[in-house]
Structure formats: C-alpha cells, structure tokens
C-alpha cells in the first residue's frame, strides 16, 4: 500500500468514525453537529458532506457557536 492509499484509506475512516459520532443525533442542531465533529479537526467540506449541508451552512454554525457558545453547556 503506498502513502496516498493509506492517506486516503485514513481519510475515509476518520469521515466515517465522525459520521458514527453524530448518526445518533438525529434531532441535534446543526450548530450541535459541527461541534461534535469539529473534534475531528475536520474541513468544512468533510463536515458539509457528513451533514448533507453547504458548507456555507457549516461555517455559519461554527460562527454561531464561536459568538453565542455551546448550547449544550448552558445552565439556568
């Protein structure tokens, strides 16, 4: 196997594991999904193709979660 294979091979992978991460989070936000997969350290596209969403759409979330914070550390 040479390097670009196994780079590939661990490109797809990764996508998947983070597909798996966020397959349980159906009714999770956009903004909630980006952040699971920003562990990942993946692009905007990777993240755009795991969610079925323009990746305009995912720089918009991961903006909204940069200015207003997690959602799912907020308290009462």
Do not use: P
């Amino acid at each position: 196997m040479n390097s670009n294979t196994a780079s590939s091979s661990d490109s797809n992978i990764r996508l998947m594991l983070a597909y798996l991460c966020i397959a349980t989070e159906k009714e999770a936000s956009l903004e909630r999904k980006v952040e699971i997969l920003d562990r990942f350290e993946l692009t905007d596209a990777e993240i755009a193709k795991i969610c079925k969403s323009a990746v305009q759409s995912i720089r918009n979330a991961r903006h909204s979660v940069a200015r207003h914070g997690s959602k799912s550390k907020k308290t009462k």
